[in-house]
């Protein structure tokens, strides 16, 4: 398992109120709830030591990856090529149709054996907090319970799971050509119960779900030029980043990773620039995908409208706002702008 892998070495997963990176070796090594702007509960992006991680891989000396993802989707799929045999894992996070803010977010991961043999392994090291807040582990049977102060994470697989150390697990399974294994983590607050345990007819389901949410919403572009390929997977990562309740796009998913190494831009991104998010949406408006630019717009009338109104009435807008519109930003993220 490398340290730490290139941000080109990793895809994005999300459901429109959060994301995770998945590296190209089968590692969560970011992922944040239950907002984007949220503390992180795997950030081993940042602090590979502490900063916990999700982690289905196969192992050995002569295993090569590829990580691309399913035509026109968000569903992220990392093959694993060995001498025995050839493994793939499917991640996806079933993506939010109300538009109203939740705790509980689900990471997907569908492992199956294309090939021969391949023996995944998987270890879940969540670290709640950016790992400040220490949580206790229950295992019963398929299913591990984490839980901090603040909030609860479930691990449900049918990878036998086994303690590792006081507040992890691990497991390993072997595959065969044509057999399939899953694995969920879900987040919710700290006294929320595990979610009922899936059957693989309701994983299946629920990943064609997903599919057919991601296809159907890529159809209504307008854009016939040439690579679409590449233009409808910008259009998704632009759809990724946006917060649905609000309908506000943030300028990136992670905090913390300097823009030129040993330089002083690492700030946070995970909030709504003004301009930046302007720029998104016009992108997206231009493939015809007026719904995201309306509520946008909606969003920052909003804004407009409470500087208006304010007992200072007429202030410029701030450059940038939590996903929610809130103005006030934690003071760590103010003084990296004074």
């Not at 970011?30 to 949220?38: L, V």
């Not at 229950?138 to 799971?161: E, H, I």
């Not at 920052?300 to 007429?314: I, K, Q, W």
């Amino acid at each position: 398992m490398k340290r730490y892998p290139l941000i080109a070495e990793h895809g994005l997963v999300g459901d429109l109120q959060t994301a995770a990176l998945i590296s190209d070796e089968g590692v969560v090594d970011w992922f944040a709830a239950p907002r984007f702007d949220s503390p992180g509960v795997f950030s081993a992006l940042l602090d590979h030591d502490r900063g916990g991680y999700f982690r289905l891989s196969v192992d050995g000396p002569d295993v090569t990856v590829k990580q691309l993802y399913y035509p026109d989707t968000a569903m992220l799929v990392t093959r694993f090529m060995s001498p025995d045999g050839v493994g793939e894992l499917m991640d996806w996070m079933p993506p939010d149709r109300t538009g109203r803010p939740t705790d509980r977010h689900a990471l997907m991961r569908v492992m199956r054996c294309t090939r021969g043999t391949v023996a995944f392994t998987l270890e879940c090291r969540p670290r709640f907090g950016f790992g400040r807040s220490p949580h206790d582990l229950r295992l019963d049977g398929r299913t591990a319970a984490f839980r901090s102060a603040a909030m609860a994470g479930f691990l449900q697989s049918n990878v036998p799971l086994e303690r590792d150390g006081p507040h992890d697990v691990r497991g390993r399974l072997e595959l065969s050509e044509g057999q399939i294994a899953g694995a969920s983590f879900t987040v919710d607050g700290p006294e929320a119960a595990p979610p009922p345990l899936p059957d693989v007819a309701e994983v299946e389901a629920a990943l064609w779900d997903a599919v057919d949410f991601w296809q159907r919403w890529v159809r209504t572009a307008r854009y016939r030029g040439r690579w679409p390929d590449m233009v409808h997977r910008s259009a998704i990562t632009l759809k990724l980043l946006t917060y649905l309740p609000s309908g506000a796009p943030i300028a990136a998913p992670t905090l913390g990773l300097p823009e030129q190494v040993g330089g002083e831009r690492n700030w946070d991104y995970r909030y709504t620039w003004v301009r930046d998010g302007s720029l998104a949406v016009r992108a997206l408006l231009d493939l015809g995908f007026a719904e995201e630019a309306a509520a946008f717009t909606d969003w920052l009338t909003a804004r407009v409208t409470e500087r208006a109104a304010g007992p200072s009435g007429g202030r410029p807008l701030q450059i940038m706002y939590r996903v929610d519109g809130d103005p006030s930003l934690p003071e760590e993220v103010l003084a990296e702008f004074e």
